[in-house]
């Protein structure tokens, strides 16, 4: 069975300052990998995706992540924290023998302040 | 390109009402999701549908009847709301290309509530 576990529910940074998320899945094999955030009454957009290609995945508004097998973790980093990335982080991962179902993890909070 | 749409935004009902949410996309995706989001819980697949003509349980489908229109149109149903309904829930595509990249698109969601 699949399924994602992050481990963080609230985080909060200093504009200016590294952002860390982390996500750990679980599968038996290489699965596919997403990030998604998800603003204030709003719905979700795609920050990046890991499909078994390169394993440092870059995405939009200066995130990344990077897929390590041997921990079996996705986590996302940013280098810089902006106010407006103060949101609802999501990590996902599709089934590997349904690739029509996708898990979620349970979603981190990140509050970014000035 | 209007990706993925859901109506209506906001809808309060009695319990007991029925009603439907509708959800289209315009990507010519195979596959269709519903979920559900409460807080601290993130989504939870009620229905999704990987193809015209099919539609499987999720993890929480008690409650809801779904049907698959055409390849565009994924509706959701309550028969008889129930105030454990109040939820918001989000409808998605994706495609079933796992070469390409075959992430998920969301629609805005719809804010229920069931009093």
């Known amino acids: 069975a699949q399924s994602v576990t992050q481990l963080d529910s609230h985080v909060s940074v200093s504009e200016g300052t590294p952002v860390l998320l982390r996500c750990n899945y679980s599968?038996?094999?290489?699965?596919?990998l997403f990030w998604y955030v998800q603003h204030p009454n709003k719905g979700l957009q795609l920050l990046l995706k890991?499909?078994?290609?390169?394993?440092l995945v870059k995405g939009i508004n200066g995130f990344e992540a990077e897929f390590k097998k041997s921990e079996t973790s996705f986590h996302l980093t940013k280098p810089s924290a902006h106010m407006s990335d103060a949101a609802e982080y999501f990590c996902?991962?599709?089934?590997?023998?349904?690739?029509?179902?996708?898990?979620f993890g349970s979603g981190t909070k990140l509050n970014v302040k000035p | 390109n209007a990706g993925v749409t859901q109506t209506p935004k906001f809808q309060v009902l009695k319990t007991g009402q029925s009603m439907t949410l509708q959800c289209a996309q315009d990507?010519?995706?195979?596959?269709m999701y519903w979920y559900r989001q409460d807080p601290g819980m993130g989504l939870r697949l009620i229905y999704y549908?990987?193809?015209?003509?099919?539609?499987d349980k999720g993890e929480v489908p008690n409650g809801y009847n779904v049907s698959r229109l055409n390849k565009r149109e994924f509706s959701l149903r309550l028969e008889s709301a129930a105030p454990s309904q109040t939820s918001v829930y989000f409808c998605?595509?994706?495609?079933?290309?796992?070469?390409?990249?075959?992430?998920?698109?969301f629609g805005p969601g719809t804010r229920l509530t069931v009093t």
């Open positions: 996902v991962v599709s089934g590997v023998y349904n690739f029509n179902k996708f898990y």
């Open positions: 990507m010519n995706h195979n596959s």
């Open positions: 890991y499909t078994s290609a390169a394993t």
């Open positions: 998605a595509s994706s495609s079933r290309d796992r070469g390409a990249g075959y992430e998920q698109y």
């Open positions: 599968s038996s094999y290489s699965p596919s």
């Open positions: 549908s990987a193809s015209e003509g099919t539609t």
